[in-house]
């Protein structure tokens, strides 16, 4: 009942997140038509948004039917609706055609509510809501099968909290019209307004360009939709999460040691990540799989930690895949930009990924294996059982002796010990990593970030310690970035053999000039003689050194950038 409440919270928030906007204008169309039209439409929704959440990963097995069939007869629905709409005529004879099924009076045929219902039919179907942890769980529990009755009642909680703002958005607009006699005159030009907006709107799903479209705005609004479902995070969300979500038994990652011991800590959950698939023809599933020993890694490609580790999965890939193991890559992203696929397919071409990737950008891989680290490691068997588990960098020779013992099992006959040098754990001493937004920034001392989001003037401090950095000029402090337009520097101190930075570039003309100690640092593929172009957004390597001693940086900086974090070698 806990999860259900704040579901239903969640659910009336939901119509504020980035990825209802491109389905705004068919709840819109509800405005004009019949009285009961909004009724019609909000009853369509909570019944097919609750069914096909709950029973689609069913019927698509059952039927053999893809999920995005589904997704196009709800497209044609809308863009039917939207021609009608156009054209009276063809609405005149809709509604006769629903008022002689349904056997109603002609009085009640004029209401529109049937027409609603299937607009609010076609709607649940491509309704795909930023969702926060509670019908995150709950859709990972339907594509595995294993619902129960909460979750029933957490899915028609949540698509009630979300129906009522509908609703609202339809009444209120309808009201609105009303006040304006002029313009209720015109009611069919409206109508026709509406339908030619459904029909754009139908199309744009259609091309999935809706998708292209949150991207666009959340590159525009980086913060839009930020803190919506942050009420989920709370320590009683959590708990009444954890209770439902566990794996089968009873296993808690969040209390787990970094590296396991080899064992069974059950069935490894299904492949659900949204995709798309890269490096492969098609999408994989865990039946597609069976037989072979699999490394799914959980990545983002600007984090380093993730970054460090592939060269030592390409040779495990390069040694092993000839023997029936297979590694697939789950990108979940951590920061906005990670979510595009131009930028992944770019970065796993740049780091040299030959393995699948699939992008996990809505979190559904991730939460299904009730993941909280970049990088984590998960080796299942040929049974689909989940063996061992490692998180963070390192653990490399126990990694590769788990899976020679895994493809043994399997009856592999591997070679004599392989004696590949994949393990370097010994890092040296480095600074942690630093975030440089508002929601996990450490150790900023110019001043207290108090004024976020706005554009404040910072003078640089003097004495920095060790993970200590100062800001000097006109900054944003963000939600998970600072963001300069024009000129300012940056200073950190930090240990570490290597240096690192996500950027994110606003314009074509921005430039970072980089001081080690007062000095220019020796070249990287990055930056030539002290001077660094971002052009694209990922991680930057700002500079390599031959020991890991306390250094001081300073960054000057002309343009418009966005920085996110520095990690360390």
């Not at 156009?86 to 004879?93: D, G, K, S, V």
């Not at 040779?315 to 297979?326: S, V, W």
Request: some cysteine.
């Amino acid at each position: 009942m806990v999860l259900a409440f704040f579901a239903f919270l969640s659910g009336i928030v939901t119509i504020l997140s980035p990825c209802i906007l491109p389905v705004l204008p068919i709840v819109l169309s509800g405005t004009v038509g019949g009285k009961r039209k909004p009724a019609g439409i909000v009853t369509g929704f909570i019944f097919s948004f609750s069914l096909f959440t709950l029973t689609l990963s069913a019927l698509v097995q059952t039927l053999s039917i893809s999920a995005e069939a589904l997704r196009i007869v709800a497209v044609v629905i809308i863009i039917t609706f939207g021609i009608i709409l156009m054209i009276p005529r063809l609405q005149l004879a809709l509604e006769v055609l629903l008022s002689k099924v349904a056997r109603t009076k002609s009085s009640a045929k004029r209401e529109g509510f049937f027409g609603g219902v299937m607009t609010g039919f076609s709607l649940g179907l491509v309704w795909t809501p930023c969702v926060g942890p509670i019908m995150a769980s709950i859709i990972t529990l339907a594509v595995s099968q294993q619902l129960d009755g909460g979750a029933v009642i957490i899915v028609a909680a949540y698509s009630l909290g979300t129906a009522l703002p509908m609703f609202a958005i339809m009444a209120g607009g309808r009201k609105l019209l009303n006040r304006f006699p002029k313009i209720t005159e015109r009611t069919k030009d409206i109508q026709r307004f509406f339908g030619s907006v459904m029909i754009a709107a139908g199309l744009m799903i259609g091309f999935g360009a809706d998708r292209s479209f949150q991207t666009f705005i959340l590159d525009v609004f980086p913060n839009y939709g930020t803190g919506l479902t942050r009420f989920e995070q709370g320590e009683l969300v959590q708990k009444a999460l954890n209770d439902r979500n566990g794996m089968s038994d009873g296993f808690d990652w969040t209390n787990a040691p970094q590296s396991a011991r080899v064992s069974n800590y059950g069935k490894a959950p299904k492949l659900i990540a949204e995709g798309p698939w890269l490096n492969t023809g098609q999408p994989f599933s865990m039946e597609d799989l069976e037989g072979k020993v699999v490394l799914l890694d959980f990545w983002t490609y600007s984090c380093i930690n993730c970054v460090r580790t592939i060269p030592h999965l390409r040779e495990l890939y390069d040694t092993y895949e000839k023997y029936g193991f297979e590694i697939i890559a789950v990108h979940s992203p951590e920061f906005p930009f990670e979510r595009n696929v131009g930028n992944v397919s770019k970065a796993i071409e740049e780091l040299n990924i030959t393995w699948p990737v699939v992008l996990d950008n809505d979190f559904s891989q991730w939460n299904a294996y009730d993941n909280r680290y970049w990088p984590a490691q998960f080796f299942i068997d040929g049974n689909g059982e989940i063996r061992y588990f490692h998180f963070g960098e390192g653990g490399y020779e126990e990694g590769e002796q788990v899976i020679r013992t895994l493809l043994k099992e399997n009856g592999a006959e591997l070679e004599t010990e392989n004696d590949t040098k994949t393990s370097s754990d010994t890092m040296g001493q480095r600074t942690a990593e630093i975030y440089l937004g508002y929601s996990r920034s450490k150790n900023f001392i110019s001043g207290k970030i108090d004024e976020i989001d706005v554009l404040t003037s910072f003078e640089k401090e003097e004495d920095l310690e060790e993970g200590e950095w100062t800001l000097d000029g006109r900054w944003i402090i963000r939600n998970d970035f600072i963001e300069i337009d024009g000129d300012g520097e940056l200073e950190l101190r930090f240990e570490g053999k290597d240096l690192f930075i996500v950027i994110e570039p606003r314009d074509d003309k921005s430039v970072v000039t980089v001081e080690i100690d007062g000095n220019k640092p020796q070249d990287t593929p990055d930056v030539t003689d002290g001077v660094l172009t971002p052009g694209s957004s990922r991680l930057y390597h700002l500079a390599s050194f031959d020991d890991s001693d306390e250094k001081f940086l300073k960054l000057k900086i002309s343009g418009h950038l966005r920085l996110f974090t520095f990690t360390f070698g």
